[in-house]
T-cell receptor
Framework: NAGVMQNPRHLVRRRGQEARLRCSPMKGHSHVYWYRQLPEEGLKFMVYLQKENIIDESGMPKERFSAEFPKEGPSILRIQQVVRGDSAAYFC????????????FGPGTRLTVT | GENVEQHPSTLSVQEGDSAVIKCTYSDSASNYFPWYKQELGKRPQLIIDIRSNVGEKKDQRIAVTLNKTAKHFSLHITETQPEDSAVYFCAASKKLTFGTGTRLTIIP
């Protein structure tokens, strides 16, 4: 039973480019959460999705960031026109249900903006 | 929204001794309180969790206690070992508001 998968593991982008981060949840999990972690800091909630629906995006910046979780395929976190401040580790987590359920994290994507 | 505070930020413990990390939360509607362990450059790993209908939960050397009235919960690690060295995060509620982390160092 494969765990949560994320790719790429490392991503380097120049300022102004787009970054696309992918997350495949654990088998049987239909709830996906994205978190951002700056160096030496905790994890900050960004967005919560179920298949084809954004449930809570209260932690997502209003501009340049978007997320989706299509019926088929992985969840995608998209950052347009990246800036240096976007450099961070982005983790996704998946869960089997939405109420008080354990979340399992992927290995993260480390985004570096040069 | 939820606000979670975690103390201490760093903790050094002699191998074999116990370590205690404490968290407080603000939203009385929160019902789920997990603890994660994160080693350098790795993903957070769920080590134990507790739900609001339970006051204490134990798994081998790890235990978590919850006081809903006071809105705080604690992680207890007994008989600490070098491999327990990591950053530990508490969290509360469904979309997981995390504490700021505790860097635990076990001194051999």
């Amino acid at each position: 039973n494969a765990g949560v998968m994320q790719n790429p593991r490392h991503l380097v982008r120049r300022r102004g480019q787009e970054a696309r981060l992918r997350c495949s949840p654990m088998k049987g999990h239909s709830h996906v959460y994205w978190y951002r972690q700056l160096p030496e800091e905790g994890l900050k909630f960004m967005v919560y999705l179920q298949k084809e629906n954004i449930i809570d995006e209260s932690g997502m910046p209003k501009e340049r960031f978007s997320a989706e979780f299509p019926k088929e395929g992985p969840s995608i976190l998209r950052i347009q026109q990246v800036v240096r401040g976007d450099s961070a580790a982005y983790f996704c987590a998946s869960s089997p249900r939405n109420e008080d359920a354990e979340q399992y994290f992927g290995p993260g994507t480390r985004l570096t903006v040069t | 929204g939820e606000n979670v505070e975690q103390h201490p930020s760093t903790l050094s413990v002699q191998e074999g001794d116990s370590a205690v990390i404490k968290c407080t939360y603000s939203d009385s509607a929160s019902n789920y309180f997990p603890w994660y362990k994160q080693e350098l450059g790795k993903r957070p790993q769920l080590i134990i969790d507790i739900r609001s209908n339970v006051g204490e939960k134990k798994d081998q050397r790890i235990a978590v206690t919850l006081n809903k009235t006071a809105k705080h919960f604690s992680l207890h690690i007994t008989e600490t070992q070098p491999e327990d060295s990591a950053v530990y995060f508490c969290a509360a509620s469904k979309k997981l508001t995390f504490g700021t982390g505790t860097r635990l160092t076990i001194i051999p």
